[in-house]
């Protein structure tokens, strides 16, 4: 007999014999369990497989002799038979080209699944949950919210007592800076506060009323800055009044489609900041597309009570 086969009931027999002292010679044995029998049937079966079919692999190296048409190439003595292709693979070959070819043209235009969209269909299913879930909570509930979003959101630029980082950004403890106002009357203003995109003109726009119309100086803009940046009161509010309430009403609190509030906070106001970021003299402020509606309602519930000195 040849050795290999001795060596493969050696093997088999070891590995059988293992099996049995750690299973079924071991105390409490199979028990009668039907599934452990199964496991030990599998297990036996596989050691005798694998060992057969080792050694039919083994024996073919050992005494199989090539046969076929030898081709021409030879490289240093080893040469190529001519053998036909074998036909699973070929098989195997054209079936993956027609999966290939129906894949690019129908399997994933049609089905069109994308990570970015199961994302995205994840992310609408839990804002949905969570809107319902938050849906009525108001007042100081809704400001604790918004404190929460602040510390995770906004923190890193305006600070954890919401004044701006010593200018880096916007103090949100006050409605406006002087530096801001006198850098909107100046310049004018895009920036979609009022959800829309109708700007603020600049100084060449605004017209002083009070003098039939002149363009507003210097020394009016500063004075207007100030009225502004100081809650909307002490001097300047002349300069107001012949100037901008017009548009910002009489006590700046703004009017739906054509001013903003400039005299304190809103939610509205707030939100729209979120929506669309800000940029001005200060410097630019992001838009929060991953808030949800309601974190922004919160944030800006937020800064509303700041400024109210809540
Ligand atoms: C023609 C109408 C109009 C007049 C007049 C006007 N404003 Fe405005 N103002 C707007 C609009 C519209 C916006 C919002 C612009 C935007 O979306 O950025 C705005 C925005 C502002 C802002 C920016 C608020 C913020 O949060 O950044 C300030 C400050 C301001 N106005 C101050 C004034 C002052 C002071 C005057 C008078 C000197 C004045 N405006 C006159 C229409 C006007
Ligand atoms: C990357 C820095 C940055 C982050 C983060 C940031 N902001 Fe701002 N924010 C700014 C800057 C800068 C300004 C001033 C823009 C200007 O007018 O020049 C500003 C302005 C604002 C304003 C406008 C103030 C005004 O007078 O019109 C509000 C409101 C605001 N931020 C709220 C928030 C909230 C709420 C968050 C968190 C959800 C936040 N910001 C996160 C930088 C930031």
Redesign the pocket.
């Known amino acids: 007999m040849n050795k290999i086969y001795l060596w493969g009931v050696i093997v088999a027999v070891t590995m059988l014999t293992i099996t049995y002292m750690s299973v079924i010679g071991s105390k409490g044995g199979l028990n009668g369990d039907i599934v452990n029998m199964f496991a030990i049937g599998g297990a036996v079966a596989l050691v005798v497989i694998i060992v057969f079919v080792i050694i039919k692999f083994v024996r073919q190296m050992q005494v199989d002799t090539a046969d076929g048409e030898l081709s021409e190439d030879n490289w240093d003595g080893i040469g190529e038979y001519y053998n036909a292709i074998p036909k699973g693979w070929a098989i195997m070959y054209l079936a993956t080209m027609v999966y290939a070819m129906w894949y690019f043209v129908i399997g994933y235009p049609v089905n069109s699944y994308s990570q970015i969209g199961e994302y995205n269909e994840d992310v609408a299913a839990h804002n949905k949950k969570f809107e319902k879930k938050y849906a009525s909570i108001t007042g100081e509930r809704l400001v604790d919210m918004g404190e929460s979003?602040?510390l995770a959101?906004?923190k890193?630029?305006?600070g954890l007592a919401a004044d701006g980082i010593d200018g880096?950004?916007?103090d949100?403890n006050v409605?406006?800076e002087f530096r801001?106002v006198k850098d909107v009357v100046i310049n004018g203003s895009n920036n979609f506060?009022l959800g829309s995109e109708n700007p603020m003109p600049d100084r060449y726009g605004l017209m002083n009323a009070n003098k039939d119309y002149a363009p507003i100086t210097d020394a009016e803009i500063d004075a207007v800055s100030a009225y502004v940046a100081n809650g909307m009161s002490g001097e300047g509010a002349d300069v107001f009044n012949g100037t901008c309430t017009a548009c910002h009403g009489e006590d700046g609190k703004g009017m739906e489609y054509v001013a903003p509030n400039i005299a304190a906070?809103d939610i509205t106001?707030?939100t729209n900041?979120?929506n669309h970021g800000?940029?001005?003299?200060?410097?630019?402020?992001?838009a929060?597309d991953r808030?949800n509606a309601k974190q922004k309602e919160a944030?800006?519930a937020y800064?509303v009570s700041l400024s109210k000195g809540e």
């Open positions: 979003v602040f959101e906004c890193v630029c305006h880096s950004a916007a949100l409605r406006l801001t506060l906070f106001l707030v900041v979120l800000k940029k001005g003299s200060i410097g630019s402020m992001p929060f808030l944030v800006s800064i």
